[in-house]
Nanobody, 123 residues
Framework: VQLQASGGGLVQAGGSLTLSCAAS????????MAWFRRAPGKERAFVAS????????DYTDSVKGRFTISRDNAKNTVYLRMNSLKPEDTAVYYC?????????????????WGQGTQVTVSS
């Protein structure tokens, strides 16, 4: 499956953005989908994930209550709605797909990756 992330940009602190990850090649419905991010000078880190049917989702603590991951399998797209953005959310955001049925947060468990989209939050 090929993944294409989009929707990043420059936003002021407190603002919102919605990232999209469009899949091609295979149906997105067979994959656990996730968002990771790489902040300047840091390693890539887990942000959120959602199971194949969308029934379950997980978030890293720093984004709980502010970010929402969702999916539309009919459109082969996963979203990350980001509200109340903070400067520390500045990063390149990547979407990833995992063909297993086990929920986890380690990037090594994900099989496919998008190219990343830059999110910059100004103070």
């Amino acid at each position: 499956v090929q993944l294409q992330a989009s929707g990043g940009g420059l936003v002021q602190a407190g603002g919102s953005l919605t990232l999209s990850c469009a899949a091609s090649g295979r149906s997105l419905g067979r994959y656990i989908m996730a968002w990771f991010r790489r902040a300047p000078g840091k390693e890539r880190a887990f942000v959120a994930s959602i199971t194949q049917t969308g029934r379950n989702s997980d978030y890293t603590d720093s984004v709980k209550g502010r970010f929402t991951i969702s999916r539309d399998n009919a459109k082969n797209t996963v979203y990350l709605r980001m509200n109340s953005l903070k400067p520390e959310d500045t990063a390149v955001y990547y979407c990833a797909a995992d063909s297993s049925f086990t929920r986890h947060t380690a990037e090594s468990e994900f099989d496919y990756w998008g190219q990343g989209t830059q999110v910059t939050v100004s103070s």
